[in-house]
Nanobody, 126 residues
Framework: QVQLVESGGGLVQVGGSLRLSCATS????????VGWFRQAPGKEREFVAA????????YYADSVKGRFTVSRGNGKNTVALRMSSLKPEDTAVYYC???????????????????WGQGTQVTVST
């Protein structure tokens, strides 16, 4: 059974930093893509960042470019999302998602992912 577990969320002040981690297990994918999405209260889930299997292909939402960095761990079973210069509008539940294969530009689409974590809350206070 494929499992994704997010960690690293919490409360941080405006301008601060957080590092989220997504640990994947229980799969037999030879290659897979991991995406990060977020959902704020009363809003739809939105794409944040994604990374392909090799780590060479990454995508970012315009709202986080230059502030967030997505990367794979050495074992490639974990993916980190480093967030800096956080703003109040970054407050949301952050989810990681995974699916087999390399998705290229489709990695920004939530419907492309079959497996999701439970989410971790990020709150940016003023």
């Amino acid at each position: 059974q494929v499992q994704l577990v997010e960690s690293g969320g919490g409360l941080v002040q405006v301008g601060g930093s957080l590092r989220l981690s997504c640990a994947t297990s229980g799969h037999t994918f030879t290659t897979y893509t991991v995406g990060w999405f977020r959902q704020a209260p009363g809003k739809e889930r939105e794409f944040v960042a994604a990374i392909g299997w090799s780590g060479g292909m990454t995508y970012y939402a315009d709202s986080v470019k230059g502030r967030f960095t997505v990367s794979r761990g050495n074992g490639k079973n974990t993916v980190a999302l480093r967030m800096s210069s956080l703003k109040p509008e970054d407050t949301a539940v952050y989810y990681c998602a995974a699916d087999r294969g390399e998705k290229a530009v489709r990695m920004v689409v939530a419907d492309e992912y079959d497996y999701w974590g439970q989410g971790t809350q990020v709150t940016v206070s003023t």
